[in-house]
């Protein structure tokens, strides 16, 4: 089922780093930056086996340490709670490797 607009504004205040956007029904954009591309594949390394699992995939492309992603669902025409499920998931992986290259090296 495709959210409405209300319900969009009020999820997307828990995910401040994706836009919205109304082409294509509706769908939500976010630019990644990691450490370098190791750490950017890893990232959609992670991400595919957990979409596979869901059979929700993003529309990702990627250069060097930047991963660029859109979420929308091809079926509803439209951004539904996957994509949102999504992107909170892709949010938190993203977090925890960004916390690996920031811890010391004992």
Same mark, same amino acid.
């Given at each position: 089922m495709n959210l409405t607009s209300t319900e969009i504004s009020t +999820? +997307?205040?828990? +995910?401040p780093d994706w836009r919205h956007e109304t082409e294509r029904g509706g769908l939500i954009a976010r630019e990644f930056k990691f450490h370098d591309f190791a750490q #950017?594949?890893?990232?959609?390394?992670?991400v595919a086996v957990i979409a596979e699992s869901r059979n929700h995939h993003p529309e990702w492309f990627n250069v060097y340490n930047r =991963? *660029?992603? @859109? /979420? @929308? @669902?091809h079926d509803a025409g439209g951004l539904t709670m996957k994509d949102i499920e999504l992107a909170r998931t892709m949010d938190? =992986? #993203?977090? #925890? /490797? #960004?916390? *690996?290259?920031?811890? %010391?090296? %004992?």
């Open positions: +999820l +997307l205040q828990a +995910l #950017a594949f890893g990232f959609m390394a992670q =991963v *660029q992603v @859109t /979420l @929308t @669902t938190r =992986v #993203a977090a #925890a /490797l #960004a916390q *690996q290259v920031e811890e %010391p090296t %004992p």
